[in-house]
């Protein structure tokens, strides 16, 4: 996945400055924080969490994952999606991942890309959604077998940018980089918007008598703006009723 491969909404916080790109992934070092690679079409864990260990002028060090099978599917992977949350913002970028050591140790080395971006977070201000509100999403898809499915999946957690979702008949395919088009997006009582959802991340939860859920983070693809507006709407009143019951809770 190149760079310009992101979502073209994201074009406007495209980082294309390398003297900040530098600063940015040196802020990120030095506070050592938490850099997930993003893989997809793979049959294991999704997000795979790593951190920034050294830096030069042309690549960053970073951690190798425990498993080496792991390390091997990284590395022959292709470009590999980056992200990060550091001081309230989200940092995404793309690379090539190559073996390297450090200090005799196994690491990952990824040349410093050319291109980032970098959204604050009060652009996609994200809020949990309480399990009392129930609140879905109804996603249409032709699965690989050319079946038509019809999944509602429970909202956990919304933003203006995205969604995180939880499939709990597990029929969405633990993919990443797929886009549906077709799905209605519930805001409260009997309102439905239509929006696209790309996946970004997905994992697979075991729970027990061999059932499982797959949990998903998307987000919204071209999405019109009177769908956007609705969607603010909501979120500040979710997040009016949850300052209300907080301040109810401690009264």
Known sequence: MDNNEFELQDAR??????REIIALLSAMMKDNLRLTMLLKD?????????????????????????DPDLNKAIVEG??????ANPHNALIKFSGKV???????????????PESLVRIQRREFFRIAVPAAASLRCKISFTGADGQFNIVWASVHNISAGGIGITD????????????YN???????????????????SSRKEELQNERFLHHFG????????????????????????LNAQKIKDTG
Request: proline share 5%; hydrophobic share 45%; charged share 25%.
């Open 98 to 112: 190559q073996r390297t050591q450090v200090e005799h140790f196994l690491a990952l080395k990824v040349s410093i």
């Open 78 to 83: 292709g470009d590999i999606v980056f992200a």
């Open 218 to 241: 998307c987000e919204f693809v071209e999405t019109p703006r009177a769908v956007l507006a609705s969607i603010q709407r909501y979120i500040l009143q979710l997040e009016r009723e």
């Open 168 to 179: 709990n008949s597990a029929c969405m395919p633990l993919a990443t980089d797929v886009t």
């Open 13 to 18: 916080y495209q980082v294309s400055s390398r």
């Open 42 to 66: 793979m049959d294991i864990e999704n997000e795979v969490p790593t951190s920034i260990l050294h830096m030069d002028e042309d690549a960053m060090f970073l951690k190798a994952a425990p």
């Open 182 to 200: 077709d799905c209605k997006l519930e805001l409260g009582v009997a309102v439905q918007v239509p929006v696209r959802l790309k996946v970004c």
